[in-house]
């Protein structure tokens, strides 16, 4: 009987590792599989610029955003809706 492993590591690129191990075999068989970086914009998240005064959340190049105060900025990296979710709202002017 073979017992397969596989570990799946996303950081930057896909690695996929594959192992099988088999009794009759002391090295085992081992294949590596490097895939295509994820590089969409679903995958990697939208950039953001979350008014905390507001609460509305702006695309980075919104013209909304040179007007806002520093200290209010804070910059997001992610889903759209989970912004949402955590009670932002979508700005009127870039509608992101």
Not at 25 to 39: F, L, R, W
Not at 53 to 67: A, I, R
Request: hydrophobic share 30%; glycine share 6%.
């Amino acid at each position: 009987m073979k017992r397969i492993t596989v570990l799946i590591f996303a950081v930057i690129s896909m690695i996929l590792f594959v192992s099988c191990d088999s009794p009759d075999d002391s090295n085992g068989n081992k294949i590596v599989i490097y895939t295509e970086p994820m590089t969409t914009k679903e995958a990697v998240g939208v950039g953001y610029i979350i008014n905390l005064n507001t609460g509305k959340f702006h695309y980075s190049d919104c013209p909304s955003v040179n007007q806002m105060a520093e200290h209010n900025k804070k910059e997001y990296t992610g889903d759209r809706d989970d912004l949402i979710l955590q009670g932002y709202e979508p700005c009127k002017r870039c509608n992101p």
